[in-house]
């Protein structure tokens, strides 16, 4: 069923899908193949003919440095494509890892082919999401390069609090959220120990409220003041283009 796949609500966000786009996107979810927490997809340098959707789990892109560190450079969620930034290229550009066990659904570059010449409205969505990554990519930059350490983790926290509304993943003002400190920290550029300081000033002050992976956000508003949170990158405005056409 459409209501039950997570690459259908994420989409859904986008604009408003016939039964055929539903149908289109749900045969991306088929030959699922469930993955172990800690799973490599892909290396950086492997050749890069297919790509993924993540139809339950979280999993990241990263690159290893010549220190021997790494570094986090995206968070994939429930209904995300993976891969989709290396359609142009050969090889992959990041590796990709799980976060946690879950089921991905892989599929060639020619299906997304068959996807454009069957679905305008579709065609337009995934240009959409494409730009909405990249939009997150940026904002990581502006995040690592310009914020103080709790800027860097409060905003980090307020981005995936509203990025789970998307897909309905929330509870509230709670949230499942499987990322370790060492995770936060090399997503953010701050050791495990720094990460774990700030959160505990955060509880302390009432700003988030952790319990192994659970998240609680008392006042959500203030975390977004304490990160300057400008939300401007995750309001995709192409509504406006579907008025009027669907395939």
């Keep these: 069923m459409s209501e039950d796949s997570c690459i259908v609500r994420h989409f859904s966000h986008y604009g408003e899908l016939s039964q055929n786009d539903k149908q289109l996107l749900i045969e991306l979810e088929e030959s699922p193949t469930q993955v172990k927490a800690d799973h490599i997809l892909w290396q950086e340098g492997d050749s ?3 790509f993924c959707t993540l139809r339950r789990g979280w999993a990241y892109s990263f690159r290893h440095m010549e220190d021997g560190s790494r ?6 969620l429930p209904g995300d494509i993976i891969g989709l930034r290396e359609f142009a290229f050969r090889e992959r550009l990041t590796g990709v890892a799980m976060l946690e066990d879950g089921v991905i659904c892989h599929f060639p570059h020619r299906r997304l082919i068959n996807i454009f010449r ?3 409205t579709l065609s337009a969505i995934f240009f959409a999401v494409s730009s909405h990554q990249q939009a997150l990519l940026t904002e990581r930059l502006v995040n ?3 914020r103080s350490a709790r800027q860097r983790l409060a905003h980090m926290i307020y981005e995936m609090f509203v990025r789970l509304e998307r897909t309905k993943a ?3 003002n ?3 959220l499987p990322l370790s400190q060492q995770h936060l920290g090399d997503a953010l550029g701050l050791s495990s120990v720094h990460v774990s300081r700030t959160l505990t000033a955060f509880r302390e002050e009432g700003l988030v409220l952790r319990s192994r992976q659970r998240i609680e956000l008392p006042d959500p ?3 977004a003041r304490e990160a300057e949170f400008g939300d401007a990158y995750l309001n995709d405005g192409i509504d406006h ?3 009027g056409f669907h395939t």
């Excluded at 570094?71 to 994939?76: K, P």
């Design 118 to 120: 069957e679905s305008l």
């Design 174 to 176: 709670s949230m499942r």
């Design 144 to 146: 690592l390069a310009r």
């Design 170 to 172: 929330r509870d509230g």
């Design 241 to 243: 283009f579907f008025n």
């Design 71 to 76: 570094q986090i450079l995206e968070i994939y």
């Design 48 to 50: 890069a003919k297919e």
């Design 221 to 223: 508003a203030a975390l």
